[in-house]
């Protein structure tokens, strides 16, 4: 199904189409068609009046009149309404919201259109390091990255879901040290990861004071990398021991990986990474070490080599390798785009990482962009970078003691908090269901309240708010999906048959609104897409849960009869299963009672 504004934008095109523009051509212009940022101006509008008018030096009032007498909505709107300087305004035809929202529920796909162009998208995200913890930090990156991947695919890309993980580097002499002197195999087995940073914390402040210590690091980290048997079998069981228990949590998430691939997968590519940047004359040696400077092709302020401070602007150079001759995470991100691209041939490479990042993947795309253009030019390399999660005081979300949360602990603590809600509530189910909907309502909430704020922005980390069954959260949203599904069980219980597929009418305005509410679901799902903002989404159903209810508060259901008792229990349908999937494609479950 294409969406509505595309189908009015092919109207007003061919309302355009029959004007005269002069010598000015239509051709490139962008017909613009959004939903309407006021419902008492109707359902959509249109700016391409004023901005036509500007281009062609016209009169916008009058040009918006001539278009009006064009258009010809067939059936999809009455006629156009214009307002102001020249908005058009849409407003659509109630039998016609009535047929496509038949046509949504036929619709496997509710009424999301197939996208023009399918492409391959690899999303790289998670990413945590072996031998730490994941901790908060990592749940931004898992729950966004799951979820634009689950996007993607619904929406019909095929989507590669790449964990780069971070099995590589300094910090690996550290701990080898730390394994060979202060290990405890008792800690180890009980917590593997607590006791990996436990030692790594307590080589590495030793490595600030005492030579002796960054030696000995340093030594275990050279024969590492050359080899050595028992170095790498160590190395191995650091990450074996991670990554079970980076799998328990991505398991209790609900979160699979089609690959892993961590930085040490690219060591080979690192040394021909560079000398290919140095023999193409990208990079060049500076104080010993490989660096990317500037080509001064484009405009300072975009250029990621440059740096503006007091005496103006100064070179900022990306390292590829450093005077020890070790290569970096940029080499290494490098070494990774060349493979993900002989491999995948993907259309887009979505990164997702926290916002200090930014500056390394500009420098990364942008020397990729002069290595390999032809290639760069075939893939959009997007970062999709988010802030950070604070406490209620508004400081950077710790423990009382001020160590980071542990993601386990996190989500241990939301489905415990959320069991004392569920206790409360139902206290007749039996004990294993009442666990069961509050780890749905407790993992729910915790992804819900990260995927909901501008991922740009910071946000406050609250229990009470996000288990609240009130306002814009998971348990609000998975409560109006239960009490739709408790419609359907009163009806079974009545020993009613009843399946879908009848005639809808809308009828009142209550009605004509949920109808118009569902049909954006369609236009939803590829927006997100476009600025990887599943916030869009998340707000969406928000909207969509309100709509409902007020439908809810004005139409009996199961009080009505007839016709109007069929169509009522389609749109209870609907709804809850656009609710279920909108919900599903954030990465969240629905209970069928709570
Ligand atoms: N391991 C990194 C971190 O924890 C994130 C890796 C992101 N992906 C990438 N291709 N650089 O910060």
């Excluded at 016709?563 to 969240?588: V, W």
Aim: glycine letters at 8%.
């Amino acid at each position: 199904m294409k969406t509505i504004p595309a189908l009015l934008q092919e109207r007003l095109r061919s309302a355009l189409e029959g004007l005269s523009f002069g010598e000015f051509d239509i051709k490139d212009v962008v017909v613009d068609v959004t939903q309407a940022s006021d419902p008492r101006f109707g359902d959509y509008q249109s700016n391409v009046a004023m901005v036509l008018a500007k281009r062609a030096k016209m009169n916008p009032r009058a040009l918006a009149e001539s278009i009006r007498e064009r258009f010809e909505g067939k059936g999809i709107c009455a006629a156009l309404e214009i307002a102001g300087a020249g908005f058009l305004n849409f407003r659509l035809d109630s039998q016609w919201v009535r047929a496509r929202v038949e046509a949504m529920r036929d619709d496997p796909r509710l009424a999301v259109p197939e996208p023009t162009v399918k492409k391959k998208i690899i999303v790289d995200f998670s990413s945590p390091n072996v031998a730490k913890p994941m901790h908060v930090g990592h749940i931004r990156s898992t729950i966004l990255g799951d979820s634009i991947a689950r996007i993607a695919e619904f929406y019909g890309h095929s989507v590669v879901r790449d964990n780069h993980i971070g099995d590589w580097g300094t910090q690996f002499g550290m701990l080898l040290v730390g394994w060979k002197t202060i290990l405890s195999l008792e800690a180890l087995r009980a917590d593997p990861l607590g006791e990996m940073e436990r030692i790594y914390k307590i080589i590495s402040a030793r490595c600030k004071d005492d030579p002796a210590t960054m030696d000995a690091a340093r030594q275990e980290l050279v024969r590492l990398q050359a080899g050595d048997d028992e170095n790498l079998a160590l190395w191995r069981e650091m990450i074996r021991l991670s990554q079970s228990q980076f799998d328990s949590i991505y398991g209790r998430l609900g979160i699979r990986f089609d690959v892993t691939l961590g930085e040490s997968f690219y060591n080979d590519r690192l040394k021909p990474v560079v000398e290919e940047l140095r023999a193409l004359g990208i990079a060049r040696e500076s104080d010993g070490a490989i660096c990317v400077f500037s080509d001064h092709k484009g405009p300072q302020e975009a250029d990621p080599f440059l740096i503006k401070d007091k005496e103006g602007w100064r070179d900022n150079p990306a390292l590829v390798l450093k005077s020890d001759g070790a290569a970096n995470y940029t080499t290494t991100d490098l070494a990774t785009l060349q493979y993900r691209n002989e491999t995948w041939q993907p259309q887009e490479i979505v990164y997702v990482t926290d916002g200090r990042q930014q500056l390394h993947f500009r420098q990364v795309f942008a020397i990729f962009g002069r290595w390999k253009p032809d290639e760069a030019r075939g893939v959009k390399l997007s970062h999709v970078w988010f802030g950070s999660i604070l406490g209620e005081d508004g400081r950077p979300f710790k423990t009382r003691s001020g160590e980071t949360i542990r993601l386990a602990e996190l989500l241990d603590e939301a489905q415990e908090r959320a069991l004392v809600l569920v206790n409360a509530k139902n206290p007749e189910l039996a004990e294993d269901q009442r666990r069961e909907i509050a780890r749905i309502i407790g993992i729910g909430a915790v992804k819900y309240s990260d995927l909901l704020p501008n991922r740009q922005g910071d946000y406050l980390f609250s229990w009470d708010k996000m288990l609240s069954f009130q306002g814009n959260t998971a348990p609000y949203l998975q409560n109006a999906y239960v009490r739709i599904r408790s419609i359907f069980r009163k009806l079974s219980e009545g020993g009613e048959q009843w399946a879908s597929g009848g005639a809808i009418e809308l009828d009142s305005p209550q009605e004509i609104a949920l109808g118009k509410k569902l049909l954006q679901f369609g236009e939803v799902v590829p927006q997100v897409l476009e600025d990887h903002r599943p916030s869009t989404l998340a707000n969406y159903l928000y909207e969509l849960a309100n709509v409902f209810h007020s439908f809810y508060e004005a139409c009996p259901v199961l009080k009505a009869e007839g016709n109007q008792r069929a169509s009522r229990l389609e749109l209870c349908e609907i709804a809850a299963r656009t609710i279920k999937t909108g919900l599903g494609l954030l990465g969240i479950e629905v209970p069928e009672r709570m």
